[in-house]
């Protein structure tokens, strides 16, 4: 039966140096190596070519089957059990509430970004549908399957929202559309609320415009890297990937026209190499375009060209949570705010009372995302232990508690205020 539960062996969230930052010279990816010729574009996979039937369960031990969107999609492990497809239970949560699907192919993603675990460098070493991605597995199941299951529950669903991610393929665009209509014909977007996770390299303004128009309530870009050099480094050029920082704001700027505030954001991976100071100054940018920012803590996922680095260290990561919640959601200026010569904060901007309020209200640490039903600042999308092993956890998929928050101050070297005793009368 499979857990999500604490693991014993996870890479450190402190630096060797005992930093308590990832500064931009410690971050260098690996050099991508030259994939030989037989692996290249899933040609073992499509060489065997075994025939799918119904659900394939990541395995390398077994030959992958040939599968591709529409027909097949790939689902989280977290959203497979949710749906009842897959054995186990998660620490501390009973469901996710976002459902995310993955297009898959035998070719995979054709990109080659560092943090990755889907990245086209792992050719020779696994097929793309037994790849580990944000730190699980994603077992891949007949869309027919996911919707007949969604249908059936109606309004009972456990999914506020659904979420498909492009990759980045030849096929992405208009496979997109095409699950996305399996979806509507059977599900209204009233009840399940859709969210489109894209990949700008391969698209125009117009698909921003047919996805739009065929109900998809948020766009969201996965800019991940803060900074273009950062971006160049981990998704571009520096690892021979597709990638340019100026596609992804155009398609953003696409999205912003097209969709409007509130139903547009971008991915943030924190702890990559940015300074807080920079991360910030992105999350106020995308604030005053109206949108939102959703935030990832860097953690070195195995297989990738980055699993070698350190995982953010939880001071740097809840600096950056608190600050990016009181931008997004409380109307702090950044420039309001202190950071120090290495652009760390120091100073959120609002007297201490009221940032001490915030961290006790929980939210702010929670996984961040497109929101549900409960609440505009809940994310629907809490993506269970994604970012970090439940042994310690970086973004909550749900309300920390009060010892949960204890931590949560001490990673900020802020413990909790003396209550001042009354006067006395
Ligand atoms: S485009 Fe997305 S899925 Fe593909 S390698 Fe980059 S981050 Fe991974």
Known sequence: MTCLKPESAQPSDRRPDGGDFNPFAAMEPRVPE???????????????????QGVYLPNDNILTPQMRSPEYVQLSTAAAMTLGLMPGRMHRCACTRCLNLLLTYPEGCRANCAYCGLARHREAERDYADRNFIRVDWPAVPME????????????????????????????????????????????PERVAISILSNPTTMSRDDVKELHGLGVDIFTVALDAATPELFD??????VQ??????????????????FGPKKFGAHIIVGMGETEHQALTLVQ?????????????????????????????RDQ??????ARYLIDYCGVRVTQMGFDENGRVTDFGLPAGEVDA???????????GCPGKFADDISACDRPYG??????????????????????????????????AAPAP
């Open 233 to 238: 480094r981990t998704r571009g050029k520096g």
């Open 241 to 258: 990937s597709p990638h340019t920082w100026a596609k992804y704001w155009e398609i953003l700027d696409d999205a912003r026209d097209i």
């Open 358 to 368: 915030v961290i006790d209200s929980g939210i702010a640490f929670r996984t961040s």
């Open 285 to 313: 940018r995308l604030v005053d375009l109206g949108g939102h920012s959703h935030m990832f803590c860097f953690f070195p996922e195995k297989g990738s060209l980055m699993d070698h680095l350190p995982a953010t260290p």
């Open 145 to 188: 399957q996911v919707v007949d299951i969604v249908a059936r529950d109606g309004e009972a669903t456990p999914f506020h929202r659904m979420c498909i991610s492009m990759i980045t393929h030849p096929r992405t665009d208009r496979d997109t559309v095409a699950v996305l209509k399996a979806w509507t014909a059977r599900i209204p």
């Open 34 to 52: 030259a994939t030989p010729a037989p692996a290249r574009n899933g040609a073992r996979v499509k060489a065997n070519g075994v025939a799918p």
């Open 317 to 322: 990561w809840r600096r950056v949570q608190l």
């Open 387 to 420: 970012d970090s092993p439940p042994s310690n956890i970086a973004s909550y998929p749900f309300q920390p508690n009060k010892t949960d928050l204890r931590k949560i101050r001490r990673q900020l070297r802020r413990p909790k205020p003396a209550k001042i």
